[in-house]
């Protein structure tokens, strides 16, 4: 069987559930916050307060204007969590058509409270909920983090399907030889050296791989932004991608 027919296939990595994971690390935060929900939700997605948490939904607001983002566009942000982004976005005055998605029912429940003029839902395919050709810009932070590299293909495949010609996609990710993310390989390694577990998976890709991604499926080249480039706007840490669906 060739590579591609291999990558096309949904292939879960072997004894880790993504849903499952993020449903208990979300779960184990709320029982730890119980005095304090919305820090609760800050810290399941990777925030340690509050402040962090507009903090990083502000920078992810700036990446986006960066690469276009304008009032009006139809804006898809998968991984969407509680709303970091989605948030973000609202704080920030911009108006669009906004739909999220994420695997955990708890995430999607606090993103509705908190802006509840924006569509989200509870997805768990490796696929974009949109109809084809109806998305202006698509982004994602941190979700291929977590996913095995079979589906982080099919999420960019279907991105390409969902985004209008000329439509843009946008997400971060970890490297391995990225010294920067190299110590978070590092510190799993340890963990597992010590007899533990790391509670959520950590998946590392090379540029080379999602270059090779995006000319297979039909986006033109990438644009990688280094995590400590702070030279378009802040930097991000995790490494940053976009590409565009060709059109007018």
């Given at each position: ?35 304090d929900r919305e820090l609760a939700f800050a810290e399941a997605i990777g925030a340690t307060s509050m402040e962090l948490f507009r903090e990083q939904g502000d920078g992810h607001f700036r990446v986006l204007k960066h690469h276009g983002l304008a009032d009006g566009m139809a804006v898809f942000d998968l991984g969407c969590g509680c709303g970091r982004t989605a948030q ?161």
């Open positions: 069987m060739g590579i591609w027919r291999l990558l096309k296939r949904k292939v879960r990595q072997r004894g880790y559930d993504s849903t499952t994971a993020y449903t208990r690390y979300l779960n184990s935060r709320l029982k730890a916050r119980k005095g973000a976005l609202q704080r920030n005055g911009w108006s669009g058509t906004y739909t999220g998605t994420d695997v955990v029912d708890g995430l999607i429940g606090e993103l509705r409270e908190k802006c509840p003029t924006y569509e989200a839902y509870v997805h768990r395919q490796p696929t974009i909920r949109a109809a084809s050709g109806t998305i202006d810009m698509l982004y994602h932070w941190s979700v291929f983090t977590h996913l095995s590299v079979e589906e982080c293909f099919l999420y960019m495949e279907d991105s390409f399907r969902a985004l209008k010609p000329g439509g843009k996609l946008i997400f971060s990710f970890l490297e391995i030889n990225e010294p920067l993310h190299g110590v978070v390989f590092d510190n799993r390694v340890e963990t597992l050296r010590r007899g533990n577990q790391n509670p959520l998976l950590d998946t590392f890709l090379h540029r080379d791989w999602i270059t090779l991604w995006a000319k297979r499926i039909g986006f033109t080249s990438p644009r990688f932004t280094d995590g400590d480039d702070d030279t378009q706007h802040g930097a991000f840490w995790q490494t940053l991608v976009a590409m565009e669906k060709p059109g007018s």
